[in-house]
Nanobody, 115 residues
Framework: QVQVVESGGGLVQSGGSLKLSCEVS????????IGWYRQAPGKEREYLAR???????QYEDAVNGQFTIFRGTTKNVVYLQMNNLRPKDTAVYCC?????????WGRGTPVTVSS
């Protein structure tokens, strides 16, 4: 099994920044992708960004230029740098370990942006 744990969420003022972490462990494949998503209260889960194993990245238009997905010094940790946060960015942020046979999700880390 693969375990996925997000961290780094919290309370931030409008205009502030946060860096979220996604750590995967367990029986991971040698090649896998990581996706970041968020779910605001009363809304459906929203795709944010994806980091392919080869280093390519993709962003949802709504966060392109505001969020950056990147891998840390160890392969099993992927970050989501979020800048210029606004109250509309308040949500639970979660990541997905994406591999051929299937994926695994973490429980998420909450982000609250105050006005």
């Amino acid at each position: 099994q693969v375990q996925v744990v997000e961290s780094g969420g919290g309370l931030v003022q409008s205009g502030g920044s946060l860096k979220l972490s996604c750590e995967v462990s367990g029986r991971t494949l040698s090649a896998y992708d990581i996706g970041w998503y968020r779910q605001a209260p009363g809304k459906e889960r929203e795709y944010l960004a994806r980091l392919w194993d080869n280093g390519l990245t993709q962003y949802e238009d709504a966060v392109n230029g505001q969020f950056t997905i990147f891998r840390g010094t160890t392969k099993n940790v992927v970050y989501l740098q979020m800048n210029n946060l606004r109250p509309k960015d308040t949500a639970v942020y979660c990541c997905e370990y994406i591999s051929g046979p299937g994926g695994s999700w973490g429980r998420g880390t909450p982000v609250t942006v105050s006005s």
